[in-house]
């Protein structure tokens, strides 16, 4: 059986008894709500370790959510240097315009450009040293927008390892990542009763969205055996507002409400055995 057909706790089994080879991962996650945009991700990072080898990497608190102008956030999962690459080539974009939209074609390609400039020369040297295309280390980014001024102002877009992006604000959802798997499990009955069935409604709140995120995050901490880690970062981009973290008394209720959840989920299924 593949790991794509585990339950959590089977995928966290599967890990420990088979001595896989334990990397740490990186999750980001978009979800585009009635009245905004969020975008959520893990704070841990950290370089490489192997079991078998017992030879382990030194994990650290790290924010991967960056800002681009006042209307888009983003966030990165690769290799750590082609990420502080492209934030760097992010920043000097950002000082050519004072009011950038991630719904300009002109900026997405200029993104594109700059993803590209960044990703090829570190997957060329790569090959060079006989890694194979199914084990390349490049960079996802993940783009979240709420320009009012424009009919759809929503924008939820994907720039892929290898230069491809897609626009995914119809889907409602986007998750980059390695970690991705544990995200998709959480996310799974809100993709097909909010999303996929009813595409044009969006019907969370940004404030019901962001426990939606925040269960997404704290399910793969609690399943990837430390591979995914605290602390969890939030920030919304409502209607006519700029970015905003969720931080404080806000963050404290979300682990509150996820608790709740949790335990409610216990109860309905003791009720039903």
């Known amino acids: 059986m593949i790991i794509g057909d585990l339950p959590l706790k089977s995928i966290s089994t599967y890990?420990?008894?088979?001595?896989?080879?334990?990397?740490?991962?990186?999750?980001?996650?978009?979800?585009?709500?009635?009245?905004?945009?969020?975008?959520?991700?893990?704070?841990q990072s950290a370089g490489v370790a192997y079991e078998l080898e017992r030879t382990f990497g030194m994990?650290?608190?790290?924010?991967?959510?960056?800002?681009l102008g006042d209307k888009i956030l983003w966030g990165g999962s690769g290799s750590a240097g082609i990420i502080q690459t492209l934030e760097e080539g992010f920043e000097e974009l950002q000082k050519e315009a004072d009011n950038i939209s991630l719904h300009d074609p002109n900026l997405q390609l200029r993104l594109k450009e700059i993803h590209s400039a960044c990703v090829r020369p570190e997957i060329d040297s790569q090959k060079k040293y006989g890694i194979s295309s199914t084990e390349l280390i490049g960079a996802q980014l993940l783009f979240v927008a709420n320009d009012v001024e424009y009919h759809n102002p929503i924008k939820i877009w994907c720039i892929g390892s290898l230069g491809h992006?897609?626009?995914?604000?119809?889907?409602?959802?986007?998750?980059?990542?390695d970690a991705t798997l544990f995200a998709n499990m959480?996310?799974?009955?809100?993709?097909?009763n909010l999303i996929w069935y009813k595409p044009k409604s969006k019907s969370l709140s940004t404030e019901q969205g962001c426990l939606v995120a925040y269960r997404a995050v704290k399910d793969a901490i609690e399943a990837s055996l430390d591979r995914v880690g605290p602390p969890i970062d939030i920030w919304t981009i409502k209607n006519n507002q700029k970015p905003t973290q969720v931080s404080g008394q806000a963050m404290k209720k979300l682990e509150e409400a996820y608790v709740m959840w949790k335990e409610a989920e216990i109860i309905k299924l003791q009720e039903l055995l």
Do not use: Q
């Not at 650290?60 to 960056?66: D, E, F, G, L, T």
């Not at 959480?186 to 097909?192: G, I």
């Open 59 to 67: 994990a650290y608190p790290a924010s991967k959510i960056n800002h």
């Open 165 to 177: 992006s897609i626009f995914l604000e119809e889907d409602g959802i986007g998750i980059i990542g």
């Open 186 to 192: 959480s996310l799974l009955n809100f993709r097909r």
């Open 15 to 43: 890990l420990r008894c088979n001595h896989y080879k334990r990397h740490f991962m990186t999750l980001v996650v978009a979800l585009a709500c009635k009245d905004g945009v969020i975008l959520a991700a893990d704070g």
